[in-house]
């Protein structure tokens, strides 16, 4: 039998994380009111003129670096033809004939070792406006708030051959993109959009297949689930003695195959030519220079530093960054108070499952290396016990308070006062003889008892192994 | 070069235009003309030519990254012919 390999290259379209749209000074907010965030310049109005926001160029040279491309240091708009209602001017502006980076890398881990994903292109153009198919009234509604928000598309060369590789290539991405503040990357948000050209084979030879694009995919699941499934699909036509043919296909996720949008035959002339309206961009040296002394520390090179420098486990390393407000909160309280272990045990446990039951993200957390490091330090001197740090740590990350205050007003301090704890323990004593006396028998389980009972008069602020020592002095 | 008739009705569709007849004939034979005269334009040896891909000398216009409310939606949402609970409304478009 013939064995078959997946050929993938992707589009990854990013949502770039500026105040204001590429064009035009509307605010780029997510979750507005419909229309809130339009101007006559992003709805396409006759003679607006739109002028560049110098930070998209920034971002798009910094993405350029970071992804090891040649800058293209002469490079300008062109305009997209097609007629659509998501964008009201009719075209778009993108960059065809000069995009402003080319001919780039990115190296990532897998299982098999590192893999290297050339990158073919990426340029800068803008995004069009929302539309929502009202099937009762036989309408189509449209939203222009996302219509001249900044995107970059970053083109791939064919160089994935699975949906691991796939994954492992977009989680690199929006870990650098995030890294870099270009992108948020939130995909659910649709600030990082995907389209997969894919292509089957038989396992040797060196063409490339018929591909077919799948348009538009905007979760991980999906897009593992769309790959398997449109890979199949070529390989049984093949098997079958059939041809793959040049089209583009949306993957229905519900019904889990792709169904065909329209062939090469069907595809849109898009009558690019230079656009005019946007003056051409000249990059000085001194500007990739800058930029490229301002790309921060990656993740991958932080997982190798952390442990290192903290001694703590790779796994360790790998979830405290995981974003870089985690790994920046971690190493900036260890800076203030050396003890990297609890800073990464609270962050890691505590902090993770904060998030999740809060439905935040690390940028959401209140809490500061300050108010950390104060919390790390009262844990460390035996102030607090680890319950109430517990909780107090919960209430700095979703409320911003200091420790300190906090434990004064709440009176969460621990005891460590020896005669106030005496007297309270040979209170306990006489009030349960029965425990004392089945202990002195060798029952050790009465011992916790009364542990337990010393603890509870004292409200739990006892520190729990001076309330063990004095007991079993006194007894 | 000749303009086909399919070619000049595809174009004609791609760009919206609906003509009549005898509009048909006279952009027809308009748009082969200009062709022509392009035609004769690409006698001159270019070779050595810069490509011209933007009129203007200006390089780096930008403008810096700041959100300001324009507040000219009400008069925007009042230009289009159909405006419906904050969206504009266009006939149902399917892909």
Redesign the interface.
């Known amino acids: 039998m013939k064995r078959y390999e997946t050929v993938i290259g992707l589009e990854v379209h990013v949502e770039l994380s ?3 749209k590429i064009f035009c ?4 907010r997510f979750g507005e ?4 965030n ?3 310049i992003c ?1 396409g ?1 006759p003679g607006a003129l739109p ?7 920034d971002y798009a040279i910094s993405t350029g670096l970071a992804l090891n491309c040649t800058i293209v240091k002469n490079c ?1 708009f062109d305009r997209k ?1 097609y ?3 998501d964008l009201p001017k009719a075209y778009q502006i993108s960059q065809l ?1 000069f995009p402003i980076a080319r001919q780039g890398r990115v190296t990532f881990n897998t299982r098999d070792g590192n893999k290297s994903i050339g990158i073919h292109e990426l340029h800068i153009e803008e995004d069009a406006g929302k ?4 099937s009762d009234k ?7 708030n996302r219509s001249g928000v900044p995107l970059i598309e970053i083109v791939s060369e064919p160089d994935m051959r699975s949906a691991d590789e796939v994954v492992a290539y977009l989680d690199k991405l929006s870990s650098m993109l995030s890294y870099m503040g270009v992108s948020d990357c939130k995909m659910q948000e649709g600030s990082m959009r995907v389209d997969i050209n894919i292509s089957v084979r038989e396992l040797g030879d060196t063409r490339l297949g018929s591909r077919t694009e799948i348009k538009n995919m905007n979760s991980f699941k999906a897009i593992r689930r769309a790959i398997e499934g449109e890979s199949k699909r070529q390989i049984d036509i093949l098997i079958d003695g059939g041809q793959i043919l040049d089209e583009t296909r ?1 993957w229905d996720d519900d019904k889990n195959k792709s169904i065909r ?1 329209r062939s090469k035959e069907e595809a849109q ?1 898009y ?1 690019y030519f ?1 656009e ?1 309206d ?5 990059i000085p040296n001194e500007w990739i220079h800058k930029l490229h002394r301002l790309l921060p520390e990656f993740r991958d090179e932080k997982i190798i530093r952390f442990q290192k420098d903290y001694g703590i486990s790779e796994y360790d390393a790998r979830v405290l960054t995981s974003s870089k407000e985690i790994a920046d909160l971690f190493e900036d309280t260890s800076k203030l108070y050396n003890l990297p272990r609890e800073v990464s045990n609270l962050l890691m446990v505590e902090g993770m499952r904060i998030l999740k039951d809060n439905y935040l993200d690390p940028e959401d957390l209140r809490l500061t290396p300050e108010s950390l490091s104060k919390l790390i330090g009262m844990i460390d001197r035996g102030e607090i016990n680890r319950t109430k740090a517990k909780a107090v740590f919960e209430e700095m990350c979703l409320k911003g308070v200091d420790p300190e205050d906090y434990m004064k007003r709440y009176g969460l301090e621990i005891i460590n006062d020896d005669k106030k704890l005496r007297l309270v323990a040979l209170k306990v004593l006489e009030d349960n003889p029965q425990s004392v006396s089945d202990y002195k028998k060798g029952k050790t389980k009465a011992f916790g008892n009364l542990v337990g009972q010393t603890m509870k008069a004292m409200n739990g602020k006892a520190d729990p192994s001076l309330v063990n020592t004095i007991l079993k002095e006194l007894i | 070069m000749k303009i086909t008739k399919e070619r000049f009705n ?1 174009i004609a569709d ?1 760009v ?1 235009l609906s003509l009549i007849k005898e509009e048909e004939t006279k952009l027809n034979k308009d748009l082969n003309q200009l062709l022509d005269f392009i035609e004769t334009m690409n006698e001159i040896d270019t070779d050595d030519v810069v490509p011209m ?4 000398s ?13 507040s ?2 009400e008069e ?2 009042a230009n289009a012919p ?1 405006f ?12």
């Open positions: 500026t105040d204001s000074d509307c605010s780029t009111k419909p229309n809130a339009t101007c006559p709805m109005m002028i560049l926001n110098k930070k998209v160029v300008m033809n007629f659509y209602p004939y539309l929502l198919h009202d036989k309408v189509t509604l449209v939203d222009y949306r949008m002339d009558r230079p005019q946007i003056a051409p961009i000249e | 595809n791609m919206k891909d933007y009129v203007h200006l390089r780096n216009v930008y403008r810096e990254d700041i959100a300001t409310d324009l000219t939606k925007e949402h159909d419906m609970d904050g969206y504009y409304v266009v006939p149902r478009i399917l892909e």
